[in-house]
């Protein structure tokens, strides 16, 4: 069975003297439609956030100011993305495990969600992971 990775999505750029200015618009620059948005900020120094994976929710985040890593793992291959141009989104497919972590002062992650929020549809654990890994994939 095929096994989704996330990628990274170049928003448009426009810029001018007056600044810069980016968008995103759903089934164009991110493969979904855009049910939700939330953001997280005034992260402490050295907190993790978002460890876990969605069963259905797909997703985009952006940096939209500062920077921050999001390790994956899709049960077969791992990495990582450094993002910190708010002109780029990380889009994950659902069935991924992912982190957020190493957040720098004042940074600013947007993350748009295909489904509106369910803790049904989360897989917390790691174990839980392993279990919806091999029953995909049997
Ligand atoms: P959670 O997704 O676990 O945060 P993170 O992935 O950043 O570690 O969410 C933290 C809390 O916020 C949890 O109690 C659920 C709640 N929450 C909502 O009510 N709506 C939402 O859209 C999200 C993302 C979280």
């Given amino acids: 069975m095929k096994k989704n990775k996330p990628c990274l999505i170049h928003l448009p750029k426009i810029s001018d003297r007056r600044g810069n200015l980016s968008f995103v618009e759903e089934f164009n620059h991110v493969p979904f439609k855009i049910m939700r948005a939330y953001w997280i900020y005034d992260v402490p120094g050295g907190e993790i956030r978002g460890g876990h994976a969605y069963r259905d929710n797909e997703e985009t985040i952006i940096a ?32 991924i ?7 720098s002062t004042n940074s600013l992650a ?29």
């Fill in 64 to 95: 939209l100011s500062g920077s921050f890593n999001i390790a994956w793992n899709n049960g077969e291959e791992s990495g990582e993305f450094l993002l910190n141009r708010s002109y780029y989104g990380l889009y994950i497919p659902n069935g």
């Fill in 97 to 103: 495990w992912r982190e957020i972590r190493d957040f």
């Fill in 110 to 138: 947007l993350i748009l969600g295909s489904t509106p929020y369910d803790e049904k549809d989360y897989i917390r654990t790691p174990q839980q992971y392993e279990r919806f890994y091999h029953e995909l994939c049997q």
